[in-house]
C-alpha cells in the first residue's frame, strides 16, 4: 500500500517495547491516556500485534535473561544521565505510583 509507513528498530529495541506494550495496554493508567484519542489504539494494535509475530524471543525459556540484556544494552546507548535521571521510574511506580513524567532528577 501507498501510504504505509515503515519503522526500524534494533532488535534489543523491538524487544524491550513489545515487553512494555505488553505490560501497559490494559491498565487504567495507559488505557486512560491512550483513550483520549481512541484512533491510537489502531496504531497501538498493529504495532503489538507486529511484534508479537515477529519476535520468536519471547517464546525461549531465557526470555527474561534476553530482555534483560537488551534493556541493557539499550541503557548503555542512552548515556549516563538519562539513565539515571529516568531509571528510578520503576521503585516510584512501585511505591507511589511515579511522577507524570516517569522521571525524576538524579539525587531527587
Known sequence: MADDFTI???R???LVLSDWLY???G????DAI???DVAVW????RISGAL??????IFMPDYAARLEAARARLRAGLGDYFVQKCQ????AEQHNGGDQDGCEEPGA
Do not use: C, M, Y
Open 8 to 10: 526500524n528498530l534494533t
Open 12 to 14: 534489543d529495541q523491538a
Open 23 to 25: 505490560n501497559v495496554i
Open 27 to 30: 491498565t487504567e493508567r495507559f
Open 34 to 36: 491512550a483513550n483520549e
Open 42 to 45: 489502531s496504531a497501538l494494535h
Open 52 to 57: 508479537e509475530t515477529s519476535l520468536v524471543e
Open 88 to 91: 528510578p521510574k520503576r521503585d
